[in-house]
């Protein structure tokens, strides 16, 4: 009895893996700007929820559980990276940067933009821009209240406005969403959830 629970599971699981491991990868990049990591960021975020598959199958949004552990995993990120450079830099001496020919308005794109962005503001606008997520579900997805999420949103976009220099922000947002990730990190995320589960291939 207990395999064949087991065996429902793991099809549950590849099932959700298959509808939404893009989704996660893409919310990944947006969040960290990293697009080389953003296939491992998801991979761990499917790893974990696999190890907590009968919490996420039994919760009443399991896409806003993926999207809230994905970005957990982004914030930790972003700060251990920001450690990091802070390390370096007591051991290092920055060097001016010189850009040759510099056109500002076309380096500083959405991705650009959206780095700059403290990881709450950035989160909000990618989950309610980019996904089309409602405030509710985005609230949802970052364990925070729906009047965060207007507020953040609000000052977030203001900010990208400021940045970016234009009214369009939220047809360039949910733009960048579609852009393709770098990488082919969907084999590898395939291999992985196989290999947590034991689904032969």
Request: proline fraction near 4%; hydrophobic fraction near 40%; glycine fraction near 6%.
């Amino acid at each position: 009895m207990g395999t064949v629970v087991d065996d429902a599971a793991s099809v549950e699981f590849h099932a959700f893996f298959e509808r939404h491991y893009a989704e996660l990868s893409r919310l990944a990049h947006l969040l960290t700007g990293e697009p080389d990591t953003a296939d491992d960021l998801a991979a761990d975020a499917l790893l974990a929820l696999w190890h907590r598959w009968d919490r996420v199958r039994a919760a009443d949004h399991p896409a806003a559980y993926a999207r809230g552990v994905v970005a957990n995993l982004a914030r930790t990120r972003i700060r251990s990276a920001v450690r990091e450079r802070r390390r370096i830099a007591l051991f290092f001496t920055p060097r001016e940067e010189r850009t040759e020919n510099p056109d500002v308005p076309g380096v500083v794109d959405v991705q650009e933009a959206l780095r700059r962005l403290p990881f709450r503001k950035r989160a909000c606008v990618v989950l309610r821009h980019a996904f089309d997520l409602s405030e509710k579900d985005t609230a949802l997805a970052l364990g925070i209240s729906v009047g965060t999420v207007k507020s953040q949103t609000s000052k977030a976009m203001a900010e990208l406005q400021r940045l970016l220099g234009t009214q369009e922000v939220p047809r360039r947002v949910h733009a960048a969403v579609s852009a393709p990730a770098r990488g082919n990190g969907v084999g590898s995320l395939r291999e992985r959830a196989d290999g947590a589960t034991g689904r032969d291939r």
